[in-house]
């Protein structure tokens, strides 16, 4: 009954790296979504989509991209990964009546 | 600017002590309403929606209510499983995005 999927569930990337984070949904929704959660802070918004290649920037954009080639899949990369950037990720797909959410990667950069 | 503000920040509850945790909202056109469990180091987890005022939706131990300017969960005789955060999330019309508070964290002692 997988509904999101997050390729990842921790991952360890050095400083400059750049890493790629891969969500991929089964449920055919057109909107899906990255955030970040930290402690304290909540779930903050990094960028989010709502069609094939289309996106939109959330309230934390920096030092972040994403990639949306096919419905189903949405990617968000890291160009250069800096220690401020280790935080648990979450993907999420919705439409109208429903959202969910994949497990989470905790992401550290060292 | 959507808002949302959920209450208590913590609860910690005796099993078998029933409550409720509240979920306070300013969100212009409001398409539906929804409430997520989240487990530390897990994604949240989604439980229900609700789309107008006066619906009410059931999960176990669980109730959910919906005002114009409110959502209520309402727990019954609740378990240490029960243990988790709890997120509110109303969905604007207007936006995509998603609109998160910051969550009740509940502890039910045994």
């Known amino acids: 009954d997988v509904k999101v999927t997050q390729s990842s569930r921790y991952l360890v990337k050095r400083t400059g790296e750049k890493v790629f984070l891969e969500c991929v949904q089964d449920?055919?929704?057109?909107?899906m979504f990255w955030y970040r959660q930290d402690p304290g802070l909540g779930l903050r918004l990094i960028y989010f989509?709502?069609?094939?290649?289309?996106?939109e920037k959330g309230d934390i954009p920096e030092g972040y991209s994403v990639s949306r080639e096919k419905k189903e899949r949405f990617s968000l990369i890291l160009e250069s990964a800096s220690t401020n950037q280790t935080s648990m990720y979450l993907c999420?797909?919705?439409?109208?009546?429903?959202?969910?959410f994949g497990q989470g990667t905790r992401l550290t950069v060292v | 600017e959507d808002q949302v503000t959920q209450s208590p920040e913590a609860l910690r509850l005796q099993e078998g002590e029933s409550s409720s945790l509240n979920c306070s909202y300013t969100?212009?056109?409001?398409?539906?309403l929804f409430w997520y469990r989240q487990d530390p180091g897990k994604g949240p987890e989604f439980l229900f929606t609700?789309?107008?005022a006066g619906e009410e939706k059931e999960k176990e131990r669980l109730k959910a209510t919906l005002t114009k300017k409110e959502s209520f969960l309402h727990i019954t005789a609740p378990k240490p499983e029960d243990s988790a955060t709890y997120l509110c999330?109303?969905?604007?019309?207007?936006?995509?995005?998603?609109?998160f508070g910051s969550g009740t964290q509940l502890t039910v002692l045994p």
């Open positions: 989509s709502y069609d094939v290649k289309m996106k």
């Open positions: 609700l789309y107008s």
């Open positions: 999420a797909s919705r439409e109208y009546t429903e959202a969910f």
């Open positions: 969100v212009s056109g409001l398409r539906g």
């Open positions: 449920m055919d929704h057109e909107n």
């Open positions: 999330v109303p969905c604007s019309g207007s936006a995509r995005q998603l609109t």
